[in-house]
């Protein structure tokens, strides 16, 4: 089957190329390509769409959805992490401890909100309404993949033309203060707060702003980390918001996951598209998020949490007060979050694919941290989860946090380790290029 569609590509590129003259060729090759590579990669993403997609007699039914967006739902065991494994069951919810504490903290935030009610915050709650049993998924097309050069690069946060080995290379910057761990990816830029402590989770409401991207390349994104290990070895799982051109084929702001076990090579993957197992029939990750936040006016936010279960170490990721589904523990060795994660983050980041002057492309709201409310993008009621054993799981407010941002005058961050209104909390941003960014 493989070798039959490659032959079919290179049928229609022959057709192609036999047009009148080689700069016409090479044009309209370009056309069909896209950013891929070359023929070969192409032909693999064809394949990897039809192992992705869902055969038809697995679709239930079809959703159009207020974004205008076509979702599919998809018998829950006909989703790609279950196909091929007959004898697996998939779990429907987390273990009864760990909805108990989790449920115990949804009240006593619901709570808290209750007591702010004057303040101009909504909550996004929407549901694509799938039957039980079946999971929504929306299909992949060639247009999204071949946004990439390679089908690696469409999985990975930090596709291989960031190395180094490909055309962008963004202007060095001598502001620089920080690097994340592993690779050096020169243009990953970070506004975000870290603590180094022991955790089985975290939990944030994150405010939605459509961020303006500049480069469909490029991305902004406001998002929670939760990590453990070095090197080679460093595994993370990360949930958030995101504007991404060419992941989503437009420049809305989506709920996104992602985790890596190999520090962010050929291992990990976006979404749904490798192991994440999805049980909610209302909610998948890379829905559009809408109506999000306006300068000066409401102010949109969705609360996230990736937590691990201590019966058996999956880790679940909730959005609002739905579960969404789990990463297995299986996925995870010692050395990394097998057990536990070592390290909290919040914040944001964008992607500069700049080659002159810095990208323009805004960090949350485009404002500054010191704008605040309704003009700055703020994450609250941070928290991180311990487990003691027994039954004792607790939330724990994020009070030690330690800023770094890659560069102030680009993009920053203001922290505040707590408050009797929004807990642990911060306003971050920045608008890119300007008189002191370039």
């Not at 980390?225 to 070095?230: D, E, L, P, T």
């Not at 691990?308 to 979050?337: C, H, K, M, T």
């Not at 941290?369 to 994450?379: C, E, L, R």
């Not at 027994?390 to 505040?416: E, H, L, P, S």
């Amino acid at each position: 089957m493989k070798s039959v569609k490659y032959l079919k590509v290179l049928v229609i590129m022959g057709l192609i190329s036999s047009v009148e003259a080689n700069e016409v060729s090479n044009i309209s090759k370009n056309v069909v390509l896209g950013k891929a590579k070359d023929i070969k990669e192409y032909s693999k993403m064809l394949d990897y769409i039809d192992s992705y997609n869902p055969k038809e007699v697995d679709i239930f039914e079809t959703k159009i959805l207020a974004s205008g967006e076509s979702v599919d739902c998809v018998d829950i065991y006909s989703q790609p992490s279950m196909r091929n494994k007959s004898k697996e069951k998939i779990k429907l919810k987390p273990s009864p401890m760990l909805e108990k504490i989790v449920n115990e903290q949804d009240k006593m935030l619901k709570d808290k909100s209750n007591t702010q009610k004057s303040m101009d915050i909504s909550s996004l709650n929407f549901s694509v309404g799938c039957p039980i049993g079946t999971v929504p998924m929306k299909k992949l097309t060639i247009e999204e993949l071949r946004n990439f050069e390679t089908l690696e690069d469409y999985n990975s946060k930090h596709p291989s033309y960031k190395k180094n080995n490909y055309s962008y290379k963004p202007k060095a910057r001598n502001s620089r203060t920080y690097e994340p761990p592993g690779v050096d990816y020169s243009n990953h830029e970070y506004a975000i707060v870290t603590d180094d402590v022991y955790n089985m989770g975290a939990d944030s409401s994150i405010n939605v702003w459509n961020s303006y991207t500049e480069k469909s390349s490029e991305f902004s994104l406001s998002q929670i980390w939760v990590q453990r290990g070095s090197g080679n070895d460093l595994e993370t799982i990360e949930a958030g918001v995101q504007v991404y051109k060419d992941l989503y084929q437009d420049y809305n702001s989506h709920f996104f996951i992602y985790f890596t076990p190999d520090n962010y090579g050929s291992g990990g993957c976006y979404n749904d598209k490798c192991h994440f197992k999805q049980i909610s029939s209302n909610i998948y990750p890379g829905i559009t998020l809408s109506p999000v936040s306006t300068l000066g006016g409401t102010q949109y936010e969705v609360r996230l949490q990736i937590v691990r279960d201590p019966v058996d170490g999956d880790w679940w990721i909730r959005f609002q007060n739905e579960w969404v589904g789990y990463y297995e523990n299986s996925l995870f060795d010692a050395n990394g979050l097998k057990n536990e994660a070592s390290k909290v983050r919040f914040g944001g980041e964008i992607i500069n694919n700049s080659t002159s002057t810095h990208t323009k492309t805004d960090m949350g709201s485009g404002n500054f941290s010191s704008s605040g409310f309704q003009y700055a993008a703020f994450q609250r009621h941070l928290k991180y989860l311990t487990y003691t054993g027994g039954t004792d799981i607790f939330y724990n407010n994020y009070t030690n946090g330690t800023k770094i941002v890659t560069d102030a005058n680009c993009y920053n961050v203001d922290y505040t380790s707590y408050s009797s209104t929004w807990g642990s909390y911060f306003y971050f941003g920045g608008s890119g290029y300007n008189a002191n960014c370039q």
